[in-house]
Nanobody, 123 residues
Framework: QVQLVESGGGLVQAGGSLRVSCAASGRTFSYYAMAWFRQAPGKEREFVAAISFGGDKTSYADSVKGRFFISRDNAKNTVYLQMNSLKPEDTAVYYC????????????????WGRGTQVTVSS
C-alpha cells in the first residue's frame, strides 16, 4: 500500500503560478504510476496529468496542456504539478493518485488517493 499527502495549494491570481506536491509513504514509490486529478464544485473528478513509473512518459488533459507540468522525484517519494498561467476555471481540489499496474489517464485504474489540496484562482 501507499499513502499520499498533497500540499501546496492556495489562492492565486489569474495568470499566476503554483506548484502542488504529493508525498508518498509506504511501498516503494517507483512501483507506482502517478497522476493528478481535480474536482470542481458540482463537477466530476477529472484527469489532469499522469507520469509513468520512471518519469519518462507524461500525459496531460487538453485543458492544461502547455500550462501544467507533472514531474516526480523517486528519491524523495514525491510527485509535483507545476501550474502556470492559471485561470479561474482551474479552481478545484487537486488530488494525487497512484496505481501499480500501468501508466494511464483513466481515473478508475487508480487505487490510492490523497485527500486533496484546494487551488483557488481569482479573476
Amino acid at each position: 500500500q501507499v499513502q499520499l499527502v498533497e500540499s501546496g495549494g492556495g489562492l492565486v491570481q489569474a495568470g499566476g503560478s503554483l506548484r502542488v506536491s504529493c508525498a508518498a509513504s509506504g511501498r516503494t514509490f517507483s512501483y507506482y504510476a502517478m497522476a493528478w486529478f481535480r474536482q470542481a464544485p458540482g463537477k466530476e473528478r477529472e484527469f489532469v496529468a499522469a507520469i509513468s513509473f520512471g518519469g519518462d512518459k507524461t500525459s496531460y488533459a487538453d485543458s492544461v496542456k502547455g500550462r501544467f507540468f507533472i514531474s516526480r522525484d523517486n528519491a524523495k517519494n514525491t510527485v509535483y504539478l507545476q501550474m502556470n498561467s492559471l485561470k479561474p476555471e482551474d479552481t478545484a481540489v487537486y488530488y494525487c493518485a497512484a496505481n501499480s499496474r500501468y501508466y494511464t489517464a483513466h481515473r478508475d485504474a487508480y487505487d490510492y488517493w490523497g485527500r486533496g489540496t484546494q487551488v483557488t484562482v481569482s479573476s
